[in-house]
T-cell receptor
């Protein structure tokens, strides 16, 4: 069974600081997805990482994938309040087809 | 491009009652998914359709949950009878599997409360 673990689960940080969210998964996969969810809202796709060493950046967020370590990171640079949300990573695998297995989510709060 | 549409947004019922949710995917998307998201957790897949056929329903509690996707477009998810543990947000998503690694696009969800 594919398992996806995120840490930390809760993150409170000050504006202007940097931090990294980690996503570990248990089986071989070359496709990892990051989503953002605001309270009471649906999931918004942030990044799709399709190969080992893939790195993508959008604004203050940068995601990377190491398939050998089965690890993805979401790095936040100079955080701003608007980044406050819950961030999920998700993985699909050869055996699961396109079924996504999600992590528990990281609830990020950026304080002024 | 219009997104994934779901209705209703909220539903409150008593346990043992039945409820149905509706989803209209993004136009042209062949694959449709229903997820259950319990408060504080990540979404969990209930069922996946490819056109009007079921691809994966291994995590669907079939004694009380059913879903259909007639004509390969809209879909309905039904719960009968509902239990207290079914309180959750039910998310519908769609994707076009013609492109490798394309993300799933999610609707706003239906928030179900069981009394």
């Amino acid at each position: 069974e594919l398992k996806v673990e995120q840490n930390p689960l809760f993150l409170s940080m000050q504006e202007g600081k940097n931090y990294t969210i980690y996503c570990n998964y248990s089986t071989t996969s070359d496709r990892l997805y990051w989503y953002r969810q605001d309270p009471g809202k649906s999931l918004e796709s942030l990044f799709v990482l399709l190969s080992n060493g893939a790195v993508k950046q959008e604004g203050r967020l940068m995601a990377s994938l190491d398939t050998k370590a089965r690890l993805s990171t979401l790095h936040i640079t100079a955080a701003v309040h608007d980044l406050s949300a819950t961030y999920f990573c998700a993985v699909d695998s050869e055996t699961s087809g396109s079924r996504l297995t999600f992590g528990e989510g990281t609830q990020l709060t950026v304080n002024p | 491009e219009a997104g994934v549409a779901q209705s209703p947004r909220y539903k409150i019922i008593e346990k043992r009652q039945s409820v149905a949710f509706w989803c209209n995917p993004i136009s042209g998307h062949a694959t449709l998914y229903w997820y259950q998201q319990i408060l504080g957790q990540g979404p969990k897949l209930l069922i996946q359709f490819q056109n009007n056929g079921v691809v994966d329903d291994s995590q669907l509690p079939k004694d009380r949950f059913s879903a259909e996707r007639l004509k390969g477009v809209d879909s309905t998810l039904k719960i009968q009878p509902a239990k207290l543990e079914d309180s959750a947000v039910y998310l519908c998503a769609s994707s076009d599997l013609g492109v490798l690694g394309q993300p799933q696009h999610f609707g706003d969800g239906t928030r179900l409360s069981i009394l």
